[in-house]
């Protein structure tokens, strides 16, 4: 099933595209950035099996609303330094995160990559159904993952 396209944010980083893929894909990385810049990720809830088929997995504590923000997914196509997909179901129960139902609604991730020389390139795009006004919301607070990025590929 296509599933409609919501949004997509994109960004230019100073590193190899080695380095911007090993960021996106290997779990140590991810819990260190994949969260918007004033949150942070939760401690070993984030996995990544780079398969197709393989799970990914991450939290982001969110203490000002009282809860935690837990993503799932599975990794549905993969090509090196090119193309990650993957389903995304998201949670606020630590029960339905442990339990991984994956017949729950879900969109689909879409990040593309390009090598620019000394500097690499991503894209990510969401697809599938939000209520209106939320693509909006979820395109800026993607924007602040992507700046989190940019900030632990400086470190």
């Given at each position: 099933m296509t599933q409609p396209f919501l949004y997509s944010v994109e960004r230019e980083y100073p590193v190899a595209i080695e380095r911007l893929?090993?960021?996106?894909t290997d779990?140590?990385?991810l819990?260190?950035?994949y969260f918007p810049v004033d949150?942070?990720?939760?401690k070993g809830a984030t996995t990544s099996d780079l398969e197709v088929g393989g799970l990914w997995t991450c939290g982001v504590e969110v203490p000002e609303?009282?809860?935690?923000?837990y993503f799932f997914g599975k990794y549905t196509t993969i090509v090196l330094h090119k193309l990650l997909e993957h389903t995304l179901h998201y949670t606020t129960s630590v029960e339905e995160f442990a339990?991984?139902?994956?017949?729950t609604e879900s969109h689909l991730i879409r990040i593309e990559f390009e090598s620019r020389g000394a500097h690499s390139w991503s894209k990510f795009s969401q697809f599938g159904e939000l209520p209106e006004g939320q693509a909006e919301m979820a395109q800026a607070?993607?924007?602040s993952y992507l700046e989190s990025l940019a900030n632990h590929l400086e470190r």
């Open positions: 893929w090993k960021a996106w779990a140590s990385e819990e260190a950035w949150l942070s990720a939760t609303h009282g809860f935690t923000a339990a991984r139902d994956f017949s607070g993607m924007n």
